[in-house]
Each structure stands twice: as C-alpha cells, then as structure tokens.
C-alpha cells in the first residue's frame, strides 16, 4: 500500500542554518503531497503541498518540490528560526488531495537553538 | 476561541473505564476525523464522518466507536479503555463544500489519554 518514510530526528540545529527534512513515498499513481507541522502543544496545520511531478509548495520560507523520478519531497529552508522548532509531517494522499486518504509519515523533530 | 475544540484536553482513567472524547467546530466543514498519535508511528486515522449520516472506519477502529451528533459535533468512544490505548488524539475536520484547499485538515488542539 501508499506509504511515506520520513528521516527520523530530532533534527537539532543553531538559528540561521539550513535545513532539509527527507521524505520519500511509496504510492500507486500520481499523489498530492503535503508537509504538516505541529508546534509544541497545538493540533497539526498545513505547511505547503504540491499536486504534481515538479510544482513546488512553499510557505514561511519553507520550500518542497515534488520529485517524481526520486518519489521524494524534501522540505527545505535556508535560515532556520528558533520559533521553527515543532514536528513536521510529511503527507500524501490521492491526486485529488482526498482528507480521507491522507497517509502520514512518522514526522521528525526539529529543535532550533540559538 | 478555537476553531476546532476537543474536550477533555487530559484525561487519566482505568482500564475497565468508559471514556469519550468530544469534539466540535465552528469552521461549517462537513467532514470530521478522528485520529490517534503515538511516538514513532505518527497520526492513525480511527474514524471519519462525512456527514451526520455517513460514518466510516479507518485503519484503527477496533476498541473505537463515533457518534456524530451534530455537523459540528463528533464524538469518540472507548468501550472499555485498555492501556494501549493510551495516547495523544486529534479530532479535525475538512471543507468539500467551499474554498477550502484539497487535502487540508484543521485539528483541535489534542487529548491526551493515560490509561492506567
């Protein structure tokens, strides 16, 4: 079945560095993928997606692009803030984006001193 | 106040025990979830709800039962709480019917479940 595998952490960083979370999937067809992120003491809220093969998501300086040669949407940000430390989750679901569908990774932490 | 509002948003109770987790929204979706987080497996969905008469089992509802009261409300149930059961769960919702982006969730703020 459609699965995605997200890099385990705690991602630990100093403010201002670059940051790459991975994550690959696994899924029949053409997913919609999203990253989630969930700051400590709050319910999950949507970060970015993208719905086909090369359209990048970007939001809060974050950035993903949906690579369909490698199944990968790595999220990326060039200066990390200590305000970014929270769990991020990657998603995917049908090509429509289906709620019902959503298959999420394991998420990884990251913690950003400063 | 929050859009999506869980109660109890702690609760520690005994195996044996009856327990429900509430769950309403003033965001007028018409689709309503409930999932479950544990360290390392990340969010499980147990039960969803498209509308007050339409609900469907996830990949987890065994020792789970829903009831949509409402639009705006979902509730979840444990029969008879065992100690696996213990975790951190979300209820959140989603809009088929607006502007609302495919694929996005609005999770309340979580229930943390000890079963002892």
């Known amino acids: 079945g459609d699965s995605v595998t997200q890099m385990e952490g705690p991602v630990t960083l100093s403010e201002e560095a670059f940051l790459t979370i991975n994550c690959t999937y696994t899924a029949t067809g053409y997913p919609s993928l999203f990253w989630y992120v969930q700051y400590p003491g709050e319910g999950l809220q949507l970060l970015l997606k993208a719905t086909k093969a090369d359209d990048k998501g970007s939001n809060k300086g974050f950035e993903a692009t949906y690579r369909k040669e490698t199944t990968s949407f790595h999220l990326e940000k060039g200066s990390v803030q200590v305000s970014d430390s929270a769990v991020y989750f990657c998603a995917l679901s049908d090509r429509g984006g289906n709620t019902d569908k959503l298959i999420f990774g394991t998420g990884t932490r990251l913690q950003v001193f400063p | 106040d929050a859009d999506v509002t869980q109660t109890p948003r702690n609760r520690i109770t005994k195996t044996g025990k009856r327990i429900m987790l509430e769950c309403s929204q003033t965001k007028g979706h018409d689709r309503m979830y409930w999932y479950r987080q544990d360290p390392g497996l990340g969010l499980r969905l147990i039960y969803y709800?498209?509308?007050?008469?339409?609900?469907n089992k996830g990949e987890i509802s065994d020792g789970y039962s829903v009831s949509r009261q409402a639009q705006a409300k979902f509730s979840l149930s444990l029969e008879s709480a065992i100690p696996n059961q213990t975790a951190l769960y979300f209820c959140?919702?989603?809009?088929?019917?607006?502007?609302?982006?495919?694929?996005?969730?609005?999770f309340g703020e979580g229930s943390r479940l000890t079963v002892l």
């Open positions: 709800s498209f509308d007050v008469k339409d609900i």
């Open positions: 959140a919702t989603s809009d088929t019917t607006g502007t609302g982006l495919a694929g996005e969730l609005f």
